[in-house]
């Protein structure tokens, strides 16, 4: 097998060896050591501190034991070994779409990413594998001072911003995931919108994991200044392989005061994909902070979006779908700790469970005793379409403050045999009739997705309830 | 293998993550904190069976002493319920009932709790189409109490079953594990006021087609109390029905946790079940936690739901109240008072509920004082 010359030239000899296969620049052995960890640092000619805080996370990932709860039996499947923790199947990354190369071009364009950025998009990255491969921004946003860059440009170009606030929102500590997140980190987005800016149209990030037991380990980090507000749509898919992928992003949000993010997500990774994800932010004074999270691929998800609300008067709102199809498990919930007095927080959660899938919310809210007049509202909605499915809701509400006020409510049921009824003495057959409802049953969450997205989701869920009648 | 070896074969096993034991680690339930240690308890607790109205039992109704058949129990905690078993040697009873009894008065199981440690097992064996209500009084100024009651009841039974919890001090440890025979109807109802700290897995198995739950709580917890309730439902059989109505008002330093779990099996279709956790915060410093959860493999169902509400007293409410000439005080107190009572009123009839009444409010005096 061919070794990587330019790896070499970088790291010297690894001790596992080189090798080019697919058409990746650089390829590491599956594996993960200190070594290993080490090296990404160094591919990456990255400052002493971020590779510190690498080694010590990678120390507290080896340490910390695998979660006890959830599905540990999916978990327990596993092999960190069998991972590769770092693959580059280009060179750099391009801000020009003719300099991509052109097997990763015609994928993204093959997902209509380059069409959406022209039609309606502030800015684009692109990331395939381990790095982002094509970036770019609307100028007039530049001119106003919003630095939209891939994470390890944003590094290198913006370094005492990155390390203010870099493990602030999601210490490397916080959990299995992070910590490995925080050890082999690469690509990602890095966002700053100055103070007072709009950025009026989303901003899109677009993951493809395209080899066979690939590590996908984005980092996200996005800081709205004072007053602004911005939108970051990602959207993420997989090739199908026997073997599994593991994808475990970490998403850190700032959000001082006044200011809005919203940070919505359409994930469809194929169904060999795990994909245990931490996402964060902390809303400052009167800030807003809202995720929008839409899981239908991928094997087990686990991925609780979370929102601190530091600052008094600070909102929080998470509204979630999953789709829960064969062999798959949608574990994906919210948690919101409302930590400031006057602060409001709503969560919906939606999933569909059909062909022997699971559907679990888990959830946690809490009120802090300082916080007071807090108000807190969660509703989960569940529908299993069959026999073989099963649906879960593990909600978790700790309240000590007595001028909160917090409702949870949660229901499981089954298609209406009216509503269907209803539809197919309109006309439909039964088949269109479910794929109807069950968009409907959505549509809390598609109604609050760029229009593109929304559609795109409706013909993803139209797909996915082919067949289910009969 | 005995109860003995059984505790120590599990004694480690308690996790966190599990939401049994998330807010109430086994060492600080355990009598010494060393949870190695099976202590030796040689007195036997107090147990009497009288009716409530002082008037005579009716026939077919038996509290027996003895040794309890060494019955698998499925679906309940090893630790806990094998700890029970082990230090409970000389406390073991059966409660049976004839095919077909029947009480007009409602019965009184009485507990004292006077020395140190007290831990017993109770095995509950309802006869077929029985129809009596049972008041279970667990009272005295033991440092450590145990309670694991097991058993069946009766198919078509009907009855009302209320636990009353007003120890003065201590750990109390309660472990129900029923199962409901086929079309029987079961009330079930925890009245608690009592005890420093109180860890309860209260767990209920609809076994057989067409049985009818209904579990109530009315909690009142003030001072430094520390009272956690994990109350576990099961729909095993098709046609089943369930509801769950839970409410704690925490005052003091207090702090109540609710978690519940409701789990519906693969196959039983037409289950109707809903947890509802109501927690009524009087004091800034005292916290209420729950964790309602629901685990669903059957998509027949008629409905299965949960919801948890948390907030203060509505002080609009309590305005009003003030308006017909109540003082702050006793407007508060009645809200209280009414909050517990809409779970109390649905425990059993108008003469267990005017006992309850006057029990709550002796209660309650006690806090505003």
């Known amino acids: ?470 | 293998m005995n109860a003995i070896n059984r505790y120590k074969e599990v004694s480690g096993t308690t996790d966190k993550a599990d939401h049994l034991w998330r807010y109430t680690p086994w060492k600080k339930v355990h009598p010494t904190g060393d949870i190695k240690i099976v202590p030796e308890i040689d007195k036997e607790v107090k147990l009497r069976l009288i009716n409530l109205d002082g008037t005579d039992l009716a026939e077919g109704i038996s509290l027996q002493k003895g040794n309890v058949l060494e019955e698998k129990i499925e679906d309940i905690d090893p630790v806990a319920t094998s700890f029970i078993k082990a230090v409970s040697e000389k406390s073991r009873w059966v409660l049976r009932t004839e095919r077909k009894f029947t009480s007009e008065a409602p019965i009184l199981l009485e507990i004292e709790t006077n020395s140190d440690f007290n831990s017993l097992e109770l095995v509950l064996d309802i006869g077929e189409m029985s129809e009596f209500e049972i008041v279970t009084l667990i009272k005295g100024e033991s440092d450590w109490t145990g309670f694991l009651r097991t058993g069946r009841i009766g198919d078509g039974s009907n009855i009302n079953d209320i636990t009353v919890c007003l120890q003065k001090k201590g750990v109390l440890l309660r472990l129900d594990s029923i199962a409901l025979g086929r079309d029987a109807n079961m009330n079930t109802g925890t009245v608690s006021s009592g005890s420093e700290r109180t860890k309860a897995d209260l767990r209920y198995r609809m076994a057989e087609n067409g049985s009818h739950l209904q579990v109530l709580g009315s909690i009142l917890s003030r001072e430094d109390m520390y009272l956690d309730y994990h109350i576990e439902i099961q729909h095993d059989a098709p046609e089943t029905f369930s509801r769950l109505d839970w409410h704690a008002a925490c005052g003091g330093k207090s702090r109540t946790i609710g978690t519940g779990m409701l789990k519906v099996a693969k196959g039983s279709t037409g289950t109707d079940a809903a947890q509802n956790f109501h927690n009524l915060l009087l004091s800034k410093d005292a916290e209420a936690d729950g964790i309602p959860e629901l685990e669903v493999s059957e998509s027949n169902v008629v409905g299965c739901g949960h919801g948890i509400a948390n907030g203060p007293i509505d002080e609009n409410q309590v305005f009003y109240l003030q308006s017909r000439g109540f003082s702050k005080s006793d407007a508060r107190s009645a809200l209280i008072a009414a909050f517990l009572n809409s779970t109390l009123v649905k425990m059993g009839s108008t003469v267990l509920h005017e006992w309850l009444s006057k029990l709550l409010t002796s209660e309650l005096d006690a806090m505003n004082k």
């Open chain 1, 1 to 470: 097998m061919k070794t990587s010359q330019e790896a070499r030239d970088v790291v010297g000899d690894y001790k596992s060896g080189w090798h080019d296969t697919e058409n990746s620049t650089i390829r590491f052995d599956s594996g993960l050591s200190e070594k290993v960890v080490r090296d990404i640092s160094k591919i990456k000619n990255e400052p002493e501190w971020m590779t510190e805080v690498r080694v010590k996370a990678y120390r507290h990932f080896a340490e910390r034991k695998m979660p006890t709860w959830g599905n540990m039996s999916m978990l327990e499947q596993i092999d960190f070994e069998k991972v590769c923790y770092y693959l580059r199947s280009s060179s750099a990354t391009e801000n020009d779409w003719d300099e991509v190369p052109e097997e990763i071009r015609n994928t993204f364009e093959r997902l209509g990413i380059p069409e959406a950025e022209q039609k309606w998009l502030s800015g684009v990255t692109a990331q395939y594998e381990s790095e982002a491969v094509y970036h770019s921004i609307r100028e007039d946003l530049v001119a106003q001072g919003v630095i939209f860059l891939d994470m390890d440009s944003g590094l290198r170009e913006y370094p005492e911003i990155v390390k203010k606030w870099f493990c602030s929102v999601v210490p490397y500590s916080d959990n299995k995931f992070s910590a490995l997140n925080t050890a082999v980190w690469s690509g990602g987005s890095f966002i700053y919108v100055p103070k007072g800016v709009h950025v009026e149209m989303p901003v899109q990030a677009y993951f493809r994991i395209n080899a066979k037991n690939m590590g996908q380990f984005e980092r996200t980090l996005i800081i709205a200044d004072e007053g602004s507000s911005i939108h970051y749509v990602e959207g993420c898919t997989a090739p199908t392989y026997s073997t599994d992928s593991l994808h475990s992003a970490v998403v850190e949000l700032v959000a001082l005061p006044g200011s809005h993010i919203r940070y919505s997500t359409v994930q469809n990774w194929s169904a060999n994909v795990y994909n245990l994800v931490t996402k964060r932010g902390i809303a400052h004074e009167n800030a807003k902070i809202e995720w929008v999270d839409g899981n239908i691929g991928s094997k087990l998800t686990m991925k609780y979006p979370s929102v601190i609300l530091k600052g008094e008067g600070s909102h929080a709102e998470v509204i979630s779908v999953a789709y829960s199809g064969s062999g798959q498990h949608q574990d994906a919930g919210a948690k919101i700790h409302h930590l400031a007095s006057n602060t409001t927080s709503k969560i919906l959660s939606k999933s569909i469970s059909k062909d022997g899938g699971r559907g679990s919310y888990r959830g946690m809210v809490t009120v802090s005793p300082k916080a007071n007049n807090c108000k807190l509202n969660v509703v989960c909605d569940a529908l299993i379409l069959d026999d073989e499915s099963r649906s879960d809701t593990y909600p978790t509400m700790e309240v000590a403050n007595p001028t909160a006020r917090c409702e949870h409510e949660a229901s499981v049921s089954k298609v209406s045999d009216d509503q269907l009824f209803y539809l197919m003495s309109r006309g439909h057959t039964e088949e269109e009739a479910l794929a109807l409802i069950v968009n409907g049953f959505f549509e809390p969450f598609t109604r609050e997705l760029p229009m593109e997205y929304a559609v795109e989701l409706n013909k993803l869920m139209a797909l996915e309830m082919e067949g289910s009648i009969g």
